[in-house]
């Protein structure tokens, strides 16, 4: 069984800087890209930031240069670092992650994180 785990989100002012982290456990043999999503209120959920296994990472037109995407392989984490943060930032935001589960079977399973709400006032 695969627990994706998230912390750091927070109440910040506009302006302000969160960092956001989600780790993986369980029993799984790789982890292929990990990915944040956010969903505002009365919103669909959408696709923030990326990060492959070869560290291949993309970007919401909205957040290029205000957030970074980094995974550390070795402690099946990825973060979420971010900077000048807006209103319009405020949304519950969701870790998502493809992983092989076993090695001798290539398909990927997608799991995801329980959400951590991110709030920023103006």
């Known amino acids: 069984q695969v627990h994706m785990v998230e912390s750091g989100g927070g109440l910040v002012q506009a302006g302000g800087s969160l960092r956001l982290s989600c780790s993986a456990s369980?029993?799984?043999?790789?982890?292929?890209?990990m990915n944040w999503y956010r969903q505002a209120p009365g919103k669909q959920r959408e696709l923030v930031a990326s990060i492959s296994r070869t560290d291949s990472i993309n970007y919401a037109d909205s957040v290029k240069g205000r957030f970074t995407i980094s995974r550390d392989n070795a402690k099946n984490t990825v973060y979420l670092e971010m900077n000048s943060l807006k209103p319009e930032d405020t949304a519950v935001y969701y870790c998502n992650a493809h992983l092989q589960l076993h090695l001798f079977r290539s398909v990927l399973n997608e799991y995801w994180g329980q959400g951590t709400q991110v709030t920023v006032s103006s």
């Open positions: 369980g029993s799984f043999f790789s982890i292929n890209d």
